[in-house]
């Protein structure tokens, strides 16, 4: 039986000040920095020992895995990161308000970006190098994407697409270790773990809108040696 423990990452300075972080590199806030003790904290209350961490290339994931696994004295574990766990790409929404984005296009608009399953935010143009926020500019790419095909750089994302750069990762590291035999814990993000989720308990397009991952929060499944799910609990 392997278990695999999913967190997302703890409250990121930009969810603080309820702006869309997408692939831009954000720090955890304070809160952030000790939802993700707590969640370290209740897995070691568990009694879970790992073997294989993943994470994204995103400050606020990795920083999350970190501090979770100091706190169940096992940081020494295996870790690799990998972009096809970042967060969902929000495309030109990146940086903005979420509730100055309602306003400027309505609250059934901007759910329908967030939530659905399959429309795309307003795209980045290509040309785009930084995102500027309250004086402050941050990369909308750099170098930790050198490795990345020029045509898998996205510009923009909904779940769907999400989905299809996550699989991969899945089919070829996270299932392997599973089906090994291997305990994993991944800290990633809001919407690419509902991606995971999504093809984990096969949830169809519609029902995956009501699915919301709270900061902090580990999902903890367990898997027979065919990869079914055998069991789940989000730790509260
Ligand atoms: O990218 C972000 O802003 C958050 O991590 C997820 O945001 P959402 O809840 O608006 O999808």
Redesign the pocket.
């Known amino acids: 039986m392997a278990k695999l423990v999913l967190i997302r990452h703890g409250q990121s300075e930009?969810?603080a000040l309820n702006l869309?972080?997408?692939w831009v590199d954000t720090k955890l806030s304070d809160k952030g920095i000790q939802q993700a003790k707590d969640a370290g904290q209740k897995l070691a209350e568990k009694g879970l020992q790992f073997d294989q961490a993943y994470t994204s290339v995103l400050t606020r994931a990795i920083t999350t895995l970190h501090l979770a696994l100091e706190e169940a004295g096992q940081l020494w574990i295996p870790e690799e990161k990998s972009w096809r766990l970042n967060?969902r790409h929000?495309g030109a929404l990146q940086g903005q308000n979420?509730a100055e984005a309602a306003e400027k296009w309505g609250d059934e608009q901007v759910h329908i970006w967030?939530r659905s399953y399959d429309v795309l935010p307003p795209l980045l143009e290509a040309s785009v190098a930084e995102v500027e926020v309250q004086g402050k500019t941050y990369p909308a790419i750099d170098r930790r994407y050198a490795d990345v095909p020029a045509d898998e750089l996205p510009l923009g994302e909904n779940l769907k697409v999400t989905l299809e750069r996550v699989l991969p990762f899945w089919d070829e590291k996270i299932s392997k270790d599973l089906a090994a035999g291997k305990n994993v814990i991944i800290a990633a993000?809001?919407?690419s773990l509902r991606a995971l989720v999504k093809h984990i308990e096969n949830i169809s397009d519609d029902d995956i809108l009501n699915v919301e991952i709270a900061n902090g929060q580990p999902w903890i499944y367990e898997f027979d040696a065919d990869l079914n799910v055998t069991g789940k609990e989000i730790v509260e």
Request: glycine share 16%; hydrophobic share 15%; proline share 0%.
């Open positions: 930009w969810n869309f972080n997408g967060e929000y979420k967030r993000h809001g919407n």
